[in-house]
Each structure stands twice: as C-alpha cells, then as structure tokens.
C-alpha cells in the first residue's frame, strides 16, 4: 500500500513538473518582456533585450501623421519626415552661420516669385529678374551642403534598414545599427530633435511630388484607395492622404512645415524603441544624456472631429486605364473596443491562407476573383473593416461584389466551426512566436502600437482573441457588416487617360 | 493583424528595390566579423567633426556556422541549431528553371512550381493539405524561377513529423491534378492580362526582349505567354518534374530547434527509396555578348515617364564581381548617397527612386539604371544617368568614395547573420551559385582588395553609355526634349487583350 502511494506521487510530481516546463514554455513566449523608462520631459523609452547577435534596431516614432493635417497643407507630416533626412545645424552643413542668411533669402524670393505669377498682370521682366536671382542664391547655398550626411554617416557605420515612414497615425524612423554604435544614433538623432534645418526644401517637394505620381496616379490601386478613403471617411481626417493632395504639396510652405514640426515634435509626443544586444541601464543613461535637456512642450493639439454614424450606403467609381478593382470598407470602432478582436477573427476566416473562405468560395471554387482579401484597420481613431478584390476576366466587379455579400450573410447566419476557430487561434500563436525571431520586427511592432495606444496591447492581443466565441463573430458580422454602413469603390476601365490634365 | 495598413497609407521616404532581384544582392558575409572603424576622409560637418572623437567598443561575434553534410543519394544538407524558438525551418533549392523549358511551352516552369503544392500529392489530396498544414499553423510552399526552384517548410517543433512529411510528399508525389492546373493556368492569364496595368511591369518586361536575343530564355517571361500556357500538358508537367526533382539535384537547408542526430535520421527516413540519377540537366544556350546601342518607347497615358536604361552586365561568378559590386555602390547602388541618385533625385527633385544595378545570374545579367520622373524631366534624367556612367569611366573614383563604400559593406556584415534561416539561406545560395564554399570567410579580403584601379577597369569594362538601350514607358509629346536626340526611336505596341466572352470563362483565352 505505502509502496503503491509513493509511485503516485512521484507521477503526480513528474507530471506536474512537466505541466510546469509546458505551461513555461508557453507563457514565456507568448508575452514581450518589454522594460518602460519616462523621462522628465515626457519622451517615453521601450527597451527589450535580445542577446544573440549584437545588432540594436532602433525606432524613434512620433504621435503625428496626416490625421493631424487638415486640407491646404495635407502631406506635410510625410514632407516633413523627408526634411529630417536633410540635416541640423550642425550636420549636412559646411557652414551654418553663412548659410541661414541664404535659406531666408531664397524662401523670400520664392514667396515674391509666387506673389508677382498670382499677379493680374505679370511683371515677366521682374518674374525674370527675380528667378535669376533665386538661381545664384540656390548655387551658393549648393556649396555649402554636405549632401545627405546623415545617411551617409549611419550608413558607413553600419546601419541597415534606414529609412522612415508615414502614416495616418504616426511618423517612423527606422535605423538598425551594430550594437557598439548606439551612442552615435543618440547623438544624430537628439540633435535632429534640437537643431533640425529645412534645406533643399523646394526640391524635396518636388520628389515627394513624384512619389506621389509613382504611387497613387500611375498605380490603379493607390488610386482606388485613396478615392475610397475620401468617401468611407465624410468629416474625420482619416479621409486625408498620407502622401497629401496634389495641390497641397506642391503648395504648402516652408513656415506651415516649420510650424508643424514646433508643434508635434517634441519629446512629450514621441517614443523610443531598443531591441537587441544592449544594457538597459547603459542605454537609459545615453538616451537622458542626449534627449533629456529637450524641452517639454504643451501637448499638441487632439484631434477633435468624430466621423459621425454612416446615414447609408455610398458608391464610387474611379476610372482608370487598368483592368478592374474593387474594395468595399465598413467602419468598425477603435483600438480599445472589445469588437476589435472578434473583427479581427472574422477578417481572417475570411481570408487567410488557403482554407479561408474567401479564397475557397472566389479564388478556388467559383474563380471569380484572382485576389480576394479583408482585413481590419487598427488606428489612433476607429478605422475600417476593408474588403478588395480582382476580378478574373470575364468575371465582373458586380459578381465578385455579389459573392462577397453572399460570404457576409453566411456570416450573420451561420455561427462559424470550431475548427475555423481553433485553426485561427493556433495561427495567430505561432505567427506571434515566429515574430520574436526579428529584433527589427519586434521593434517594428511595439513602437506601432505605442503610437496607437499601448504597446501592451500585442501581450493581451492573444488572450483576448481565445475569448472569441463563435457567437462573437456573428454578431459583429451583424452590426457592422451592414449596407448602411458600408462604401463600395469600383475602379473601372477607361482607356487613356490617366495624363496630367493640361493647365 | 491590419491587412489595410499596408495599402492604407504607410509612404517611406527610401526605395531602392530592383525589379529584376533574384536573390542576386551580392551580400554575403564573411566571419568572424571584422569590424572597421570609420577614420578616413575630414569631417566635412561641425557633426561629423564631433562624431569623430566618439570611441566604439569593439564588435565581438562569431557568427554561428552551418554543418554541410552530403546524404548517400546525393543531397547535400546544410544544418543549423537554434534552441531559442520552438520552430524549424527548411528551405530547399533544386536545380531547375524555366529556362530549360521550351519556348513553345513557355510557363511550364513555373505552372510545376506552382502546381507541385497547390494540387496536393498522390496519396494526400489539396484540401486535406491545406488543412492539415493551417491547422498547425505550418507552411509547405513550393515555386520555380527562371534559374532555380525552391521549396520550403516552416513549421513548430511539436509537429515537425507531421510537417516533414507533407515537405517530402509534396517533392517526390506531386498529383498534379486536371482542376488545379486550370486554375492556374487561369491565374497566370489574368495576371499576364493584368501586366499593361502598371508601367514599371512594363517596363521590365519589354527590357528584358531589349537586352537578349529573342531565342534566348532570358528574353521570355517566366509566366508564359497566353498562347503558351495553354499548350502545357499534365504530362509535360509530370514530366518536368520527374526530371530536376531528384535528390542530387537538391540543397536542404534546415534551422530552428531540432536534434541533429534525430532530424539526419529522419531525413534518411522520409526520402528512402529516392534514389540519386545521373545528371541529365541540359545546357542553356549562352548569352551572345554583343552590344548595340538602341532607344525604344512604349506609349502609356501616364503623367510620369518610367526609364530603364542599360545593357548585359556580368555573371554572379564573374571574378570582377567585387569591384564591379562596390564600383555600382558608388554610381547608383547605395542610396541617397550614390552619385546618380544624388543627382536625380536630391538635387534635381526630379524623381523618388532613381538607381542603378547590376542583377546577376549564371550567364550574363543586366546593369541597368531605373527611375520614374514627370514627363517633362525624362529627358534631363536621362542625360544625367547617361553623364554619370560616362564619368565613372572617365575618372578615376576618389578614395574617399570608395573608402565609404568598403566601411559601409563591412559595417554591415553582422547583419547577414540576424537569423539562424538567414545564414543557412546563404550557404545554401553559395553551393547552389557554384561559389567557393569559403566564400563568406574570403568575403572581408576580397572587398578590402578592391583598389581605386580596379574600379576604373570594371567600369570600362562593363559599362558601356555608348551601346546602352533606353526604353521609355510614357507619353513622349510632353517630354521635355525628343528621345530621338539618343537614336533612332524603336516603338513598341502594347498588346491589346481582347475582351473575353463570358462563355468561354473556363478556357480563358483570347
């Protein structure tokens, strides 16, 4: 008896042990170890460690992006990100002290240039005049660059990945360096905080301004996304393009781009992001050596418009020299409502991986579509529940829309199986565990929803979505996936025609 | 989680992608890491100056190195453990390619490649593969390229038997099925149909007819041709497969957290009875070298011209491939920084992405030189591009130029090393290219080598601005000067798709 009870409890001991050494395995990947640091003047700094190759992926993000903007200077969060790239005071500057009178000479004439064109009757000898003089102005200031430096720089000291990015919702710089180089990412980048320079601002513009014909008006889908969000959004900025409207960039001034960063780039609106091969301690003591003696500043502006209910369904359509597109947006609430996850549920039943159900009913069984896809927008603001498609010739834009609204009814319908569920739910854990394979991406990730709300947000995100119900999801399908609440957008063919119109 | 995002609104302020990319980014990387402190040229900033007193510790990392070993049937395995993750990764390269199909079969390649996994295997049909693998939250993904074919598996620890399986079952038994071969077919029209939709496709598609001779399989698509793809056969299929599936003809790479012991045993296992043959893979007819000057125009209603420019450039084992790497560093491969970038885009503001590369394979590549600008300035950056290949021919680079191109490649290294997958990935690559299997340990020496001298050889060597073929995607009326002013103009019609019947839906074509 004595010796049958002690075989039990060392099972019962063995088996708790390895209940344990599973339930560590699970519980420690599935949640970031991410250490928070404030310093006094509000700039907040995110750290992780990750020890296996000595690389630091860095992230500085500011709460700004074109859901600040408003109509007349739209695109500027994104300008202005290029201008950090053009230097300080002290960097891409032979000379600060000789140029500054330079810099203010030329925007003068470029002001009066545009003053005497907006004349009734043009000066053409004055407008002559004053062009040559901005052109000697602009060689002198030629002289005086160091081209680029600052890329220049982070590059031959290693850095890979550099770049930056713009949002709705936030601005991006993106720098992954080897780990013995983080002091000099700390001085480059607090000084663009400090001291940063708007010079060869004209020319700037004028690439952003091709981006803009790369992007949106010679890309048949950047074109039916941006109509489509000008529509599904009547009052809140997310209606706005990131890359701002034609006119607006090539319009907006230097002073209404210097105002913005005044306002929205201070240390109170922006986070830091560390993952890699680093000391916490060490890196805290670099980041309040350069950023600490930046001064807070008063919170910037919110934004105050709330899209108000959608009143019915709105239709568009974009012509296009392109075969057919199509995307069809819902609203749905913010980051921070409980319908979030169930949304986030249904959206990839809909369409992820082969076994999804857009992808069996369009793509493989009726072949209607060739791409099918829908997806949440998580945003600073409630975003949407977008769905677009192609259709495969001859099938329609009208079929393929059909078919998706049948998809959505078997939605509200029919509760989705266990096994959708389960497999949703086992991809999701393992995309999460895969993710921590990338210090870049990490970084990435938890820099984008400190933006949005709370970098926290990723370690509940799983708990949260195994709380979804089958239920859950028909019931959002339900309220949100109405006719009232939805635009549709169709880019049509129109042989061509895309040319700039003549002025 | 936000699908959206991605088309929403993110723009970068840096793009630098070529269109032509393999897996041709000549940046593989030695070890240890040598690091390389910045010390040369004068600091031309108050900044840089400042910088310049900053003391770096030294970088200290040895990178972990791959097993190579060669299986009995002829495969060779590359291994790599890494515990930190409870996942394994396999990727596999086969010696294939479309370029060893027939042109009147043009996309069968590619169709094998793509039917290989979709259509499912002999004893395990597409639907129960597609669950069984999502259900794990694993992936089995097969494709073939124009010079080689890939297949990969990524799957978690728990479940690698089952994983590895499928892997095998889906390399040796692919079913090929009626149905799914339509599909794809299907899918390789549309997106065929598709390609006049946006100017940059055609701008590489119709360049690359420019820069090889017509017979040559570097000129086609991978995807085929409407006519073509609908004249391959199961049978063709079938057979393609049989011929460059075989175990000789295959590099595993395998990473993640596994025993090595258990996983070679296991290997042994799921490829038994798959026997070694003699190879039979036919040869590529080479590249004829010759090179003339031409200037072709494709007309498209579009607001901004896309420009390709350029001519064959090297193969990825051509021994200038060092110098000829850091001699396009400096001209247009390195960013902003980069001589025809600087002046395109940054003091001209005439384009977003202006750049030059030269995109290598096993017989000789393209250098070519890419940028998108207003129809206005296409033909001023032409001449810029034009002016700076001249001049790196003409003048000898100077040594703080290439001192930064050196530093900035070297500094970088570690970052070839991130991933456990990244670096068995490389090995991989160097036995697949026929590359030195020391190549990454030379790697350092070899881009320390490279002399101001050496760059001028290579860049008259293989750059050529007086046989370089410019093609043109927009509308020449409102440009700012003729293109005739660099040659007789060659025009090239877009193809018209006809509209097809509803009725003959499931044939698909014209």
Same mark, same amino acid.
């Given at each position: 008896?004595?010796?049958?009870?002690?075989?039990?409890?060392?099972?019962?001991?063995?088996?708790?042990?390895?209940?344990?050494?599973?339930?560590?395995?699970?519980?420690?990947?599935?949640?970031?170890?991410?250490?928070?640091?404030?310093?006094?003047?509000?700039?907040?700094?995110?750290?992780?460690?990750?020890?296996?190759?000595?690389?630091?992926?860095?992230?500085?993000?500011?709460?700004?992006?074109?859901?600040?903007?408003?109509?007349?200077?739209?695109?500027?969060?994104?300008?202005?990100?290029?201008?950090?790239?053009?230097?300080?005071?002290?960097?891409?500057?032979?000379?600060?002290?000789?140029?500054?009178?330079?810099?203010?000479?030329?925007?003068?004439?470029?002001?009066?240039?545009?003053?005497?064109?907006?004349?009734?009757?043009?000066?053409?000898?004055?407008?002559?005049?004053?062009?040559?003089?901005?052109?000697?102005?602009?060689?002198?200031?030629?002289?005086?660059?160091?081209?680029?430096?600052?890329?220049?720089?982070?590059?031959?000291?290693?850095?890979?990945?550099?770049?930056?990015?713009?949002?709705?919702?936030?601005?991006?710089?993106?720098?992954?360096?080897?780990?013995?180089?983080?002091?000099?990412?700390?001085?480059?980048?607090?000084?663009?905080?400090?001291?940063?320079?708007?010079?060869?601002?004209?020319?700037?513009?004028?690439?952003?301004?091709?981006?803009?014909?790369?992007?949106?008006?010679?890309?048949?889908?950047?074109?039916?996304?941006?109509?489509?969000?000008?529509?599904?959004?009547?009052?809140?900025?997310?209606?706005?393009?990131?890359?701002?409207?034609?006119?607006?960039?090539?319009?907006?001034?230097?002073?209404?781009?210097?105002?913005?960063?005044?306002?929205?780039?201070?240390?109170?609106?922006?986070?830091?992001?560390?993952?890699?091969?680093?000391?916490?301690?060490?890196?805290?003591?670099?980041?309040?050596?350069?950023?600490?003696?930046?001064?807070?500043?008063?919170?910037?502006?919110?934004?105050?418009?709330?899209?108000?209910?959608?009143?019915?369904?709105?239709?568009?359509?974009?012509?296009?020299?392109?075969?057919?597109?199509?995307?069809?947006?819902?609203?749905?609430?913010?980051?921070?409502?409980?319908?979030?996850?169930?949304?986030?549920?249904?959206?990839?039943?809909?369409?992820?991986?082969?076994?999804?159900?857009?992808?069996?009913?369009?793509?493989?069984?009726?072949?209607?579509?060739?791409?099918?896809?829908?997806?949440?927008?998580?945003?600073?603001?409630?975003?949407?529940?977008?769905?677009?498609?192609?259709?495969?010739?001859?099938?329609?834009?009208?079929?393929?829309?059909?078919?998706?609204?049948?998809?959505?009814?078997?939605?509200?319908?029919?509760?989705?199986?266990?096994?959708?569920?389960?497999?949703?739910?086992?991809?999701?854990?393992?995309?999460?565990?895969?993710?921590?394979?990338?210090?870049?991406?990490?970084?990435?990730?938890?820099?984008?929803?400190?933006?949005?709300?709370?970098?926290?947000?990723?370690?509940?995100?799983?708990?949260?979505?195994?709380?979804?119900?089958?239920?859950?999801?028909?019931?959002?399908?339900?309220?949100?996936?109405?006719?009232?609440?939805?635009?549709?957008?169709?880019?049509?063919?129109?042989?061509?025609?895309?040319?700039?119109?003549?002025? | 989680?936000?699908?959206?995002?991605?088309?929403?609104?993110?723009?970068?302020?840096?793009?630098?992608?070529?269109?032509?990319?393999?897996?041709?980014?000549?940046?593989?990387?030695?070890?240890?890491?040598?690091?390389?402190?910045?010390?040369?040229?004068?600091?031309?900033?108050?900044?840089?100056?400042?910088?310049?007193?900053?003391?770096?510790?030294?970088?200290?990392?040895?990178?972990?190195?791959?097993?190579?070993?060669?299986?009995?049937?002829?495969?060779?395995?590359?291994?790599?453990?890494?515990?930190?993750?409870?996942?394994?990764?396999?990727?596999?390269?086969?010696?294939?390619?479309?370029?060893?199909?027939?042109?009147?079969?043009?996309?069968?390649?590619?169709?094998?490649?793509?039917?290989?996994?979709?259509?499912?295997?002999?004893?395990?049909?597409?639907?129960?593969?597609?669950?069984?693998?999502?259900?794990?939250?694993?992936?089995?993904?097969?494709?073939?390229?124009?010079?080689?074919?890939?297949?990969?598996?990524?799957?978690?620890?728990?479940?690698?038997?089952?994983?590895?399986?499928?892997?095998?079952?889906?390399?040796?038994?692919?079913?090929?099925?009626?149905?799914?071969?339509?599909?794809?077919?299907?899918?390789?029209?549309?997106?065929?149909?598709?390609?006049?939709?946006?100017?940059?496709?055609?701008?590489?598609?119709?360049?690359?007819?420019?820069?090889?001779?017509?017979?040559?399989?570097?000129?086609?698509?991978?995807?085929?041709?409407?006519?073509?793809?609908?004249?391959?056969?199961?049978?063709?299929?079938?057979?393609?497969?049989?011929?460059?599936? !075989?175990?000789? &003809?295959? #590099? $595993? /790479?395998? @990473? +993640?957290?596994?025993? %090595?012991?258990?996983?070679?045993?296991?290997?042994? =296992?799921?490829?038994?009875?798959?026997?070694?043959?003699?190879?039979?893979?036919?040869?590529?007819?080479?590249?004829?070298?010759?090179?003339?000057?031409?200037?072709?125009?494709?007309?498209?209603?579009?607001?901004?011209?896309?420009?390709?420019?350029?001519?064959?450039?090297?193969?990825?084992?051509?021994?200038?491939?060092?110098?000829? !790497?850091?001699? &396009?560093? #400096? $001209? /247009?491969? @390195? +960013?902003?920084?980069? %001589?025809?970038?600087?002046?395109?885009?940054?003091? =001209?503001?005439?384009?977003?992405?202006?750049?030059?590369?030269?995109?290598?394979?096993?017989?000789?590549?393209?250098?070519?030189?890419?940028?998108?600008?207003?129809?206005?300035?296409?033909?001023?950056?032409?001449?810029?591009?034009?002016?700076?290949?001249?001049?790196?021919?003409?003048?000898?680079?100077?040594?703080?130029?290439?001192?930064?191109?050196?530093?900035? #490649? $070297?500094?970088?290294?570690?970052?070839?090393?991130?991933?456990?997958?990244?670096?068995?990935?490389?090995?991989?690559?160097?036995?697949?290219?026929?590359?030195?299997?020391?190549?990454?340990?030379?790697?350092?020496?070899?881009?320390?080598?490279?002399?101001?001298?050496?760059?001028?050889?290579?860049?008259?060597?293989?750059?050529?601005?007086?046989?370089?073929?410019?093609?043109?995607?927009?509308?020449?009326?409102?440009?700012?000067?003729?293109?005739?002013?660099?040659?007789?103009?060659?025009?090239?019609?877009?193809?018209?798709?006809?509209?097809?019947?509803?009725?003959?839906?499931?044939?698909?074509?014209?």
């Amino acid at each position: 008896m004595t010796r049958m009870k002690r075989v039990i409890s060392f099972t019962l001991i063995n088996f708790l042990a390895i209940f344990l050494c599973l339930w560590k395995l699970h519980a420690n990947p599935l949640e970031l170890n991410v250490k928070e640091h404030v310093l006094r003047n509000g700039l907040k700094l995110l750290m992780m460690e990750k020890h296996n190759v000595p690389i630091v992926c860095l992230r500085i993000n500011f709460r700004v992006g074109s859901v600040d903007e408003r109509p007349g200077i739209t695109g500027v969060s994104h300008l202005f990100e290029h201008m950090m790239f053009k230097g300080t005071k002290i960097f891409g500057t032979k000379d600060y002290a000789a140029e500054k009178p330079l810099l203010d000479k030329e925007d003068a004439l470029v002001a009066e240039i545009a003053w005497e064109k907006g004349m009734e009757t043009q000066d053409r000898e004055k407008i002559a005049a004053l062009e040559k003089e901005l052109e000697t102005t602009r060689e002198k200031l030629r002289d005086m660059v160091v081209k680029d430096e600052i890329f220049s720089l982070y590059l031959r000291h290693g850095a890979v990945g550099l770049n930056a990015a713009t949002s709705s919702d936030g601005t991006f710089y993106i720098c992954d360096i080897p780990a013995n180089k983080l002091e000099l990412w700390a001085f480059i980048e607090s000084d663009r905080m400090k001291n940063r320079v708007l010079r060869e601002f004209y020319s700037e513009r004028d690439v952003v301004m091709e981006e803009r014909r790369l992007r949106v008006e010679t890309s048949p889908f950047g074109a039916l996304i941006e109509q489509l969000n000008a529509v599904t959004f009547i009052a809140h900025p997310y209606r706005l393009p990131t890359i701002g409207w034609r006119s607006d960039i090539q319009n907006v001034t230097k002073a209404e781009t210097a105002e913005y960063f005044e306002r929205y780039y201070s240390p109170n609106n922006a986070v830091i992001v560390i993952v890699g091969d680093f000391q916490p301690e060490n890196a805290i003591k670099l980041v309040e050596k350069y950023f600490g003696d930046i001064p807070r500043q008063p919170d910037p502006p919110k934004v105050k418009t709330i899209e108000p209910e959608q009143k019915g369904e709105r239709r568009i359509e974009v012509e296009f020299d392109s075969n057919p597109y199509m995307a069809i947006s819902y609203h749905i609430p913010g980051i921070g409502h409980q319908d979030i996850y169930a949304l986030d549920v249904l959206s990839s039943l809909l369409s992820e991986g082969r076994t999804s159900r857009l992808y069996k009913s369009m793509i493989e069984g009726k072949r209607i579509a060739v791409m099918a896809n829908a997806g949440i927008g998580i945003g600073r603001f409630p975003e949407t529940f977008t769905f677009y498609a192609a259709p495969r010739a001859p099938h329609t834009v009208e079929e393929v829309e059909k078919a998706f609204y049948e998809e959505v009814e078997l939605l509200k319908t029919k509760p989705p199986s266990e096994w959708e569920l389960q497999k949703i739910k086992n991809q999701l854990e393992a995309s999460f565990i895969r993710s921590l394979d990338s210090s870049s991406g990490l970084a990435g990730q938890i820099g984008h929803y400190e933006i949005l709300s709370d970098w926290r947000y990723i370690n509940t995100f799983l708990e949260k979505v195994s709380e979804v119900t089958a239920e859950d999801v028909m019931r959002v399908a339900k309220k949100y996936l109405n006719k009232r609440n939805r635009t549709v957008a169709m880019l049509v063919k129109k042989e061509n025609g895309n040319g700039e119109s003549a002025k | 989680m936000s699908i959206k995002r991605y088309y929403h609104l993110i723009v970068c302020v840096v793009c630098l992608t070529g269109v032509f990319s393999v897996n041709n980014s000549l940046t593989l990387h030695a070890e240890p890491q040598k690091e390389v402190i910045p010390s040369s040229g004068e600091p031309k900033s108050e900044g840089a100056g400042m910088l310049s007193k900053f003391k770096f510790a030294p970088l200290d990392f040895n990178p972990p190195k791959a097993e190579r070993i060669a299986l009995e049937n002829g495969m060779i395995l590359y291994l790599l453990e890494d515990h930190d993750l409870p996942i394994v990764n396999i990727a596999a390269q086969i010696r294939t390619g479309s370029v060893y199909e027939p042109e009147e079969k043009a996309g069968l390649a590619s169709l094998t490649g793509e039917v290989m996994r979709s259509g499912g295997t002999v004893s395990m049909p597409p639907d129960k593969m597609n669950e069984e693998l999502e259900f794990m939250a694993a992936s089995v993904e097969t494709s073939i390229g124009r010079e080689s074919g890939s297949a990969s598996l990524s799957v978690l620890k728990k479940d690698l038997d089952k994983g590895l399986n499928i892997f095998a079952d889906v390399l040796r038994n692919p079913a090929f099925p009626e149905d799914k071969i339509r599909m794809k077919k299907d899918e390789a029209i549309e997106s065929i149909r598709r390609e006049n939709d946006r100017p940059q496709q055609i701008a590489g598609r119709e360049f690359r007819k420019v820069i090889y001779e017509g017979s040559h399989p570097y000129s086609r698509r991978v995807d085929g041709t409407l006519e073509s793809i609908e004249k391959i056969t199961r049978n063709d299929m079938a057979a393609f497969h049989k011929k460059f599936f !075989r175990p000789n &003809n295959i #590099i $595993l /790479g395998i @990473s +993640g957290d596994f025993d %090595r012991k258990m996983m070679i045993e296991k290997l042994n =296992e799921i490829f038994k009875g798959w026997k070694k043959e003699d190879n039979n893979i036919p040869d590529v007819p080479k590249v004829k070298n010759e090179l003339s000057k031409s200037v072709h125009y494709v007309y498209k209603d579009i607001n901004q011209a896309n420009v390709i420019m350029g001519h064959l450039g090297i193969h990825r084992k051509s021994p200038d491939y060092f110098p000829v !790497r850091i001699m &396009n560093f #400096i $001209l /247009g491969g @390195s +960013g902003f920084t980069a %001589r025809i970038t600087s002046r395109i885009r940054s003091d =001209e503001g005439l384009a977003y992405s202006a750049f030059s590369d030269f995109q290598t394979s096993q017989d000789l590549g393209m250098f070519y030189v890419m940028c998108q600008t207003k129809l206005k300035s296409t033909h001023r950056a032409i001449t810029i591009a034009l002016e700076e290949i001249e001049k790196m021919r003409a003048v000898p680079v100077d040594n703080e130029e290439l001192t930064h191109a050196k530093e900035t #490649i $070297l500094n970088q290294f570690v970052f070839r090393f991130t991933t456990s997958a990244s670096i068995v990935a490389q090995m991989i690559d160097i036995e697949y290219e026929g590359l030195p299997l020391d190549y990454l340990e030379t790697y350092v020496d070899n881009i320390q080598a490279v002399t101001i001298e050496d760059i001028q050889r290579v860049a008259q060597k293989y750059l050529h601005p007086d046989k370089i073929k410019i093609l043109v995607v927009g509308n020449k009326d409102k440009f700012d000067k003729p293109l005739d002013t660099f040659g007789k103009v060659n025009e090239i019609a877009l193809e018209q798709y006809q509209e097809i019947p509803v009725n003959n839906a499931k044939s698909g074509v014209r």
